[in-house]
């Protein structure tokens, strides 16, 4: 099942409108009404988009020389 994204605002009285839908006449669906978040708000994942840059992301944590295994 393919899923369309429709943005609209509630009028009064709690009723919403959806107009020029992707279905033809009689077809069933099934509407799912969720708040919508501003740009870039994501309750989810609240740290998404919050990484500037990797210094070095495959630097060793530890430097060779300190590795007990390898002596």
Same mark, same amino acid.
């Given at each position: ?6 943005? @609209? @605002? ?39 988009? @919050? ?21």
């Amino acid at each position: 099942m393919e899923a369309h994204r429709i943005e @609209t @605002t509630v009028q009064p009285h709690g009723r919403v409108v959806l107009e020029n839908l992707p279905f033809e006449e009689g077809e069933k669906v099934e509407i799912i009404v969720m708040e919508a978040h501003e740009e870039g708000e994501n309750p989810e994942n609240p740290l998404r988009g @919050t990484l500037l840059k990797y210094d070095d992301p495959f630097e060793p944590a530890v430097p060779p020389e300190d590795w007990e295994a390898l002596k």
